[in-house]
C-alpha cells in the first residue's frame, strides 16, 4: 500500500456519498457488525459506493459504481429496536482498484485516494445557489445547522446541494465524480431548471 491507496471494507448502499456529509446507518447484518467492529478496532474508514442497477443492500455482494467516498465512523449507539446505529462522515472520494469477497460476503476492495479539490472561490454567478443551500439547511434542521459551513467554497456548495436535491443516483454519482467544482454547480443549476419545469406541470 502507498499513501494514497488503502485496503477497506465496502458499504455497498443505494445512497451517494459526499466529502463533508453525515452519515446515518443502522446495522443489522452480521458482516457489517463485523465491518464496524474491525473499523473501530483499527480506526479505519470504509468505503460508501452506490449500487448499480437494480442491486440489493443484503444478501451477496452487490455490484456497485467504481468511484465512491471514504467514510468514517464519528459516532456510534445501541438504538430503542436493539439495532446498531452509526454516524459517518463522507472524507475522501476514492477509485476502486480491485476488489475481493469474503465468505461472509463482504467486499473488500483495495482503493486509490483521489486528490481533494483545492478551494475555489464561489463565483458570483452561482450566488444564488448558495442562498438556496442556506435556506434548505436552515429549513432541514439538526444536524445540517449545526454543521461546519463554507459559502464561499463552490466544492462546499455543490455538494452539498447534490446531496440533498432531489435526482436519480446516477445524476449524483455524475456530480461525484466530476472535478470541475463550477462544472457541478452548473449541472446543478440545470437540475434546479428541471425541477422548477417539472413543479409547474
Given at each position: 500500500?502507498?499513501?494514497?491507496t ?39 474508514g ?37 439495532l ?43 450566488r ?29 456548495v ?6 440533498l ?26 437540475v ?10
Amino acid at each position: 500500500m502507498t499513501n494514497n491507496t488503502l485496503k477497506i471494507p465496502l458499504f455497498p448502499l443505494h445512497v451517494v456519498l459526499f466529502p463533508g456529509s453525515l452519515l446515518p446507518l443502522k446495522i443489522f447484518e452480521p458482516r457489517y457488525l463485523d465491518m464496524v467492529s474491525w473499523c473501530l478496532r483499527h480506526d479505519s474508514g470504509f468505503g460508501v459506493c452506490v449500487i448499480r442497477n437494480n442491486g440489493k443492500e443484503t444478501g451477496e455482494a452487490a455490484d456497485t459504481y467504481e468511484v465512491g467516498t471514504l467514510a468514517r465512523i464519528s459516532d456510534w449507539n445501541r438504538r430503542e429496536d436493539g439495532l446498531l446505529g452509526i454516524q459517518a462522515s463522507g472524507e475522501q472520494r476514492f477509485s476502486i482498484l480491485s476488489r475481493a469477497v469474503r465468505p461472509n460476503h463482504l467486499a473488500e476492495v483495495e482503493i486509490r485516494l483521489l486528490p481533494p479539490e483545492p478551494r475555489q472561490s464561489l463565483p458570483d454567478e452561482y450566488r444564488a445557489l448558495a442562498d438556496l443551500l442556506q435556506q434548505a439547511l436552515i429549513q432541514l434542521g439538526e444536524p445540517y445547522t449545526s454543521m461546519p459551513t463554507d459559502f464561499d467554497d463552490a466544492t462546499w456548495v455543490g455538494y452539498r446541494l447534490a446531496e440533498l436535491l432531489p435526482m436519480a443516483f446516477v445524476q449524483r454519482q455524475y456530480l461525484l465524480e466530476l472535478d470541475n467544482p463550477v462544472l457541478r454547480l452548473k449541472n446543478i443549476e440545470e437540475v434546479l431548471k428541471t425541477l422548477d419545469m417539472e413543479s409547474k406541470h
